[in-house]
Each structure stands twice: as C-alpha cells, then as structure tokens.
C-alpha cells in the first residue's frame, strides 16, 4: 500500500478546474458484488468516507494506489439494483451518478458484476451503457463459479457489452493491474463520449425484452459442464456446500440458536475484550492528566488542558476499542456470508414492532454502547428502519450505566444476599428492551409518511474471510469515527467542565484553595442543579442529585464521582462504593428526613433505563441520521419519559408505604 501522497486535488471535496481536474471513476454494482472489497483493493488505505451533501448517505472517495500508476478519483457508492431507484438512497445515488455534485459526471464507470448471477447483474450494465457511459465490467466471483464446474468467456461478453471486461479476483489481487489497464485506455480515449442522460422509465414489456437479452448473453458466455446440462441443473443453483450450510444456518431452531450465541459472543467480545484496552486508555489520558497538573499546578490553563481538554480527548478515545471490535466482528461475519443469514432469522419477530432483520444487530451493539450502535445501523437499507433504530439506541442498557446500576442496586440489596441485586440487574436490562420495544411500536405507527419497506435480502455465497481487507476496513472505519466525533465531544467535554469549575459568583475566584466539593457546590453546574431542585422533589431527592445528573450528561459515570464529591466522600477504589453507601445511608434533605430511600433509589433507577444523558450518543444521533430533530426529540423524550415514570415510581412505592 505503499507509495506516494495522496494528491490533494484529488481527494478534495470541490470540483477541480478543467486544468487541474482529476478524472473520476465511478464505482458501481449491486450489493454482495465485491464492489467495496474492488475499492479497497484499488485504493489501499488512501480513502476517506463522507456524506453525499445534504444526507447521510455515505460513500468513499480516494485515489488509486501508485503500484496502479493511474491517476485518478475512485468514488464508490452504496450497492446500486438498477437505475430505476427504489429508495431514497437509491435515489441519491443515481442522481449523483448522472451529476454529482461536488465531482461533476464521472469519466469512467466501473462496473462489477457477479459472475454467478451474471443475467441479473447485466440488467444494470445495459441502463448504464444505454445511458451513454463510458464502461469498463469487473467480473467477480470466478472462483465460485468455478467451483461448479463453469467457466466464463470475458472476451465475448466485452463484444457483446460492447465494454472492456476483465475477470478479477480482488481478494488475491488477480486481474487488478489489467483492469487498470483497461480503465486507462478508456481514460485516455479521445474520441469525445456522449454526455449520459438519464433513461425514461420502461414499461413492463421493455423491461422483459431487456432481461431475455441479458439472459441471452449470459448464456452464450457462460461454459457450463456437459453434466449439469444433461441433468438439466440450473445455473443459479447453490453449490453443495452453501446447500449444506444453510440447512443448519438457517435452520429455525438451530440456526435461531446460534445466531443468538453468536451475537452473544460478539456483545461479550465488544464488552470484555475491549474492556483492558479502555482502561489503558483511561490510564494513560489519566496519566496525562495528572501530569499537565504537576506541571501547571493550580492554575486555570492547567486544569482547562488536564481536566477539559485531555479528559475530553480522552472520551473520544475510550469508545475507539469498542468501535473496532464491532465493526471487525461485522466485517468478519459480512465477508463470510453469515450475516444476511442471522437477518433473516430475526426478521419475523422484529416485523411485528416496525423493523426487520437488519435492526437486531445495532440494537445489541446498543448494550455495549449506543455510539457503535448508532453507526452500525448504517448498514440498514431503509431510511424508515434506520431512523427508527437510530432512535431507540439510547434506550438499551450500555455498559457506562453499570457503574451506577451498581452503586444503586448495592445500596438496595441487603448484606449476604447478592442474588437480589443480580435478580434486579436482570430487571434492568429486559426492561431495557421492554421499552425499546415499547416505543418503536409507537413510533413506527406514527411515521406513517415513510412507507414500509419489504425485507428483502440475496444470499451470498459462503466465503473464506480475508483477514487483511478485515482488518485495512475496520481501521479505516475506526479513523474516520475519530475524526468525526472529536471536535464536537471535545467541546461538550470542555462546556461540561467549564460549567463545574467556574463560580457563579464573579468575585470568587476559582482557585484550588477550594475543596473540590466546594467548589462543585459553588460552580455555575450547582446553580443549574438548585434551579432543577423544584423538580428534585418528586423524584425525592434535592439539589446534590440534580448536580450529580447535569454531570452525566457529559457521560453516565461521572455520576458516581460526582455524588462522591457532593456528598464529601474521600475513599477511592475498591473502598469507594463502601463509603458511597454509607454517605447514602446517612444524607438527609433540609427537613431532616432521609435524602436516599428504597422508593427513590428504585426511582432513579428507572430514570437511568429510560434517560437519554449523553450528549456524545445525541452528537452521533445527530451525524447519523441526518436530523437535528431526531436527536432533540430523542434528548426531549427520554428524559421527560425518565422523569415522569421516575416521579410516578417513587410517589407510588411512598403511597404503597415502601420508602
């Protein structure tokens, strides 16, 4: 992947001038193709994702890597059926290939087509070589079919197309330097092209006249062995292997069964396996830290670079293991072919609350953290599935709740009997689900204006993973989370510190002389916190709490720290909680009575299942799906639902007599 830099002009967002331009190839072809792993193949790690302008739709632009010799802008685009686009991503993506706009019309499309299902891949070659492109056809998938026998004469179905085709193997890189070849003749071509016009819808009967063509050529292209033609065996056919597999994949108990002990596995994966890495990290941002402070000792530039600046990188940073991890189990279960299976499993029960198959496995990603969770929904088709699974990511139990889930429901369990508080962890996380499900039925009954959308899926053949592309994706893909969410938790991170360091009182300075209970106490954060101290009531408590909850907005843990600080806890590591409980036993509200009770304990509990307090998750929203309000509604509603709920429990374990 060596080489030289990538050509600034080349990766840029704006359209070159005619003397500088680079020329551009459009990257098409159905979903399952081979097109992305072709991508990758031809651009190496020189590439970068962005959104089409005005969505979110993602695609990646970069230029070829130098071992190709050719200069030009790569841009692959979403899977693409035919130019007759079926959905609103399907939709942008034909509008930008006719005129994208930032790169204009491409100079060159490269097509990849499937050679195991070649017929129906061509549909889509004749739109786009009826339309006017210049053409070169990617054959993928030769392996597979030679696997049953057949082979496929690239030279005759390049005089048929009337297009260069190159039979490539992008996986072990056969065929690449030819196809190159072959884009840089059509590059360097000068008889002028003619500019591609869209083509006007076609009736059924035209449609049918184009497949019994395609079908045709398919046929005349295509070797198969004199048994399967004796035997009358249909070139579509599934290999033996794939026959096989499925029968237990696919199987509805078996195959349901591990389905779900492979999700497991990838939850525990995300989750302990990610987990020393995350301390590392924590450690070393810790490290820094205390570092910056040794160097800069009470003073405001040190505590804004240690306590905001670094702690708020470090945010960003802490969430980087989990990312990887999800999206190279995705990577890995995509690149066999296994994962469309498991959507197809789950599609039935998820059908009857709004979403279908490719839902399930953001939602788990969700436990681990809603920010991988979020991202992974990208692979939803639909805008109506993934809107909707976008919005009740925040409902599913992350693990930054486990902190609190265990300081609260220690405080409720009675000594020797820890059975309780797993019973009541339990709780929490169906719970979780229960409202999830809750509010996706509700919400998918209301967003009537996206029609529903069929769950359709073809089933790849099952294939050997290429570790190496696996791990070039995941990285990429880590890389650009960073560079997405770092400015905007940065500066969350930074207001958050801002708001507990400053007093509210200009005449008092901030500095270290003041504990850090007093200072917190006496910061703009307090004065939000006796703001909210009317609405502390219901749920029991006082201003303190309210404090500890504006806190966790910048993330969910620091409501442990925080509430140690407030109510002057000192202890640390293991003898923290201890001493939190005790702290907890012992607080009382200004009337004398006791600040933490049975009934508001089991309250905030509920608001920690329901609220939506992190605003990185809100950021994330926001980026993915494309909608401020999506994100406003989902930081109004959860937390509003979280109150009330929270305030309707503690009132009526009171009235029940529990306190």
């Given at each position: ?6 050509n ?21 072809g ?6 992305t ?12 994702a ?34 007759n ?19 204009g ?7 990849v ?6 017929s ?12 006017g ?12 079919l ?7 004469d690239?030279?005759s ?12 193997d ?15 003749g ?7 092209a ?24 398919e046929r ?15 070139l ?39 987990q020393p890495?995350?301390?590392?990290i924590?450690q ?18 040190g505590?804004?670079?240690a306590?905001?600046?670094v702690m ?11 990312i ?46 809603a ?19 976008i ?5 599913m ?15 409720l ?10 019973l ?7 719970g ?5 499900a ?47 969410a770092?400015i ?9 510190w ?10 008092q300075?901030?500095?270290a ?12 954060a307090?004065?939000?916190g ?5 609405l ?22 620091v ?7 407030l109510?002057?806890v000192?202890?640390e ?34 608001y ?11 950021v ?10 999506l ?13 009330l ?15």
């Open positions: 992947m060596g080489g030289a830099p990538v600034d002009a080349a990766l840029s967002d704006e359209q070159p001038s005619s003397a500088q331009r680079v020329p551009l190839i459009f990257l098409v159905q979903p399952n193709s081979g097109k792993t072709l991508f990758n193949a031809l651009t190496g790690s020189r590439f970068r962005v959104n089409y302008p005005g969505a979110t739709v993602e695609y990646s632009v970069g230029q070829a890597s130098a071992k190709f010799r050719l200069l030009a802008q790569i841009l692959d685009s979403p899977g693409l059926n035919s130019l686009a079926c959905s609103p991503d399907e939709e942008l993506t034909v509008e930008a290939l006719f005129h994208h706009p930032k790169f019309i491409p100079d060159l499309i490269l097509l087509v499937d050679a195991t299902q070649l129906r891949h061509l549909y889509l070659a004749q739109q786009i070589h009826d339309s492109f210049r053409m070169v056809l990617a054959v993928t998938m030769t392996d597979l030679a696997e049953k026998g057949c082979s496929i690239t030279k179905l390049g005089e048929q197309m009337d297009c260069p085709t190159v039979a490539i992008s996986r072990t890189g056969k065929g690449l330097m030819e196809l190159v070849a072959q884009c840089r059509e590059l360097l071509e000068t008889v002028p003619v500019r591609p016009r869209p083509m006007p819808p076609k009736d059924d009967a035209e449609v049918c006249r184009i497949y019994q063509h395609v079908e045709d050529i005349s292209v295509i070797g198969t062995p004199v048994r399967m033609a004796q035997a009358n065996i249909p579509h056919t599934p290999n033996e292997r794939t026959v096989h597999l499925d029968s237990l994949f696919l199987h509805p108990i078996w195959g349901l069964l591990l389905f779900v002990l492979s999700m497991v596995g990838i939850f525990t994966s995300i989750f302990w396996l990610a890495a995350m301390d590392t924590d070393a941002f810790g490290w820094l830290a205390n570092l910056i402070h040794s160097w800069l000792p009470d003073t405001l530039p505590d804004f670079l306590d905001g600046l708020g990188l470090g945010s960003v940073a802490m969430f980087l293991p989990q990887f991890i999800l999206f190279f189990a995705m990577g890995i279960l995509e690149d066999t072919g296994y994962l469309a299976r498991g959507a197809m499993l789950v599609d039935r029960p998820l059908a009857k609350i709004g979403l279908n198959g490719r839902s399930f496995v953001p939602m788990l990603s969700g436990f681990a953290c920010i991988p969770g979020i991202m992974a929904a990208r692979t939803i088709p639909s805008k109506r599935e993934r809107l909707l699974t919005f009740i990511m925040p409902l139990s992350c693990s930054a709740r486990l902190p609190v889930y265990a300081l609260l429901l220690g405080f369990t009675p000594s020797g009997k820890p059975w309780i508080g797993g009541g962890l339990t709780a929490l996380y169906f979780s689900l229960l409202s999830g809750v509010v996706v039925t509700i919400a998918s009954r209301l967003a009537k204006r996206y029609a529903p959308s069929p769950f359709m899926l073809e089933l790849p053949a099952y294939r050997r993973p290429q570790l190496r592309i696996i791990l070039r994706s995941t990285s990429n893909r880590a890389m650009n989370y960073l560079r997405k770092t905007p938790i940065v500066s969350v991170a930074t207001a958050i801002a708001l507990t360091y400053f007093s509210v009182d200009p005449s300075s901030p500095s002389n003041l504990l850090a209970s007093d200072r917190l106490a006496h910061s703009w307090a004065a939000i006796h703001w909210l101290d009317p502390m009531g219901p749920l029991g408590f006082d201003w303190r709490v309210g404090v500890a909850l504006v806190a966790t907005f910048a993330a969910r843990e409501f442990v720290s925080s509430l140690a600080l109510l002057k000192t202890a590591g293991d003898a923290l909680q201890g001493a939190l409980h005790t702290a907890m036993h012992s607080a009382t509200l200004a009337n004398g009575a006791a600040l933490f009770t049975t009934a508001s304990v089991v309250g905030l509990l509920i920690f299942v329901i609220a939506m307090q992190c605003l990185t998750t809100f994330v929203s926001r980026k993915e799906s494309g909608s401020l309000a994100a406003i509604s989902q930081l109004v509603l959860f937390n509003l639902l979280a109150y709920l929270a305030s309707m429990t503690t009132q009526g374990l009171r009235w029940l007599g529990i306190t």
